[in-house]
């Protein structure tokens, strides 16, 4: 019997598994998830969901012996666990990028190595190492691995700064030069398994305290920086030999310089607009990669603006009504934390 729809099997049940599975199930794909918090809100949007940690055979053989390809949510899955998958099931995207981009370091010397820009760094494994590091400051020292929305940063004015730090040196960090911002912009992509991709326009993003705070289309940016950001994250897709949707964070210094931020080998939170600005957002199009659909021509309805919902804010979005052109997104946290994102709302401009 041929199997029309596979059976997806998603790692992790956050928000961003959480839209995975809603857009697989527009598409009539079964998912089952893969979460160490039983707690993950992913369980109000999947068809059957895994409560266990990551690193246990039996659960790992037992998830993937129910489904027929895996994808995840976040990058920083052990490793082991998604190479050990991937002897079982096919993994996208594959689990050797995940290698290159975990590492703040490992991540910006393959940007360089490819002839894209980044921000001046160095890699930061004891005091010393930041002693002769002067024309890095001021700047900001970044965990290598396992750093989001700001955490495992310290943003330092200069050298006599990093003392008062306590910093563990069992560590490796990064430190990058600070850019005085014009602008940050992101680039959403997907590329697919014959190598053909579908890219959205840039889209611009506004941070508080490193968290993002708003993204809106269009960015307000020329055409040459419009082109050379897709351009790069197309050549970075390609080089990955990636497959599904991923990001590139870029800055946009004072002097117009495009400088490449970061890569999230995942769905992004700056994406979130396009479930309502597109025909096609990027969670419908990273499961049609990734379960080997077809791809669908881009349309985009709207220019849009999006909101972050961090924290307590969200029992004020609960509580409000909405007309037509906004769509709140609540992400059903059972705990409400401080700095966590919690929803989103899309305001579109009609
Ligand atoms: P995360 O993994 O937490 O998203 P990022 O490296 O993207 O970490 O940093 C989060 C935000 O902090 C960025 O989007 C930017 O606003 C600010 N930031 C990070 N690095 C720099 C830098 N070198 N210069 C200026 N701003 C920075
Ligand atoms: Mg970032």
Redesign the pocket.
Known sequence: MVKLKPVLGIIGGGQLGSMLANAAKKLKIKTIVLSDDPKAPAKNFCDEIIISEYEKQKTIEDFASKVDVVTFEFENIPFKVLEYISKLKPVFPKPSINQIVQN?FIEKEFINNIGIKT?NYALISNQSDIANKEELFP??L?TCTL???????FVLKNREETRELKIEFGKEYIL??????KK?ISVVITRFLNNDFTIYEPIE?L?IN???DKSIIPADINKNIFEKAQQQAKLIAEKLDYVGTMCV?Y?IDEKNNLLV??IAPRVHNSGHLTINTHNVSQFENHIRAVCNLEKVELKKFCNAEMINIIGEEIKTYREKSYSKNEFFFDYLKSDIKEKRKMGHLTILKL
């Open positions: 703040r921000t700047g900001l970044k750093g989001y929305d700001g955490k495992g940063q990058e030069k600070k850019v005085n911002l940050e993003n941070h490193q968290i993002l964070e800055f931020n970061e």
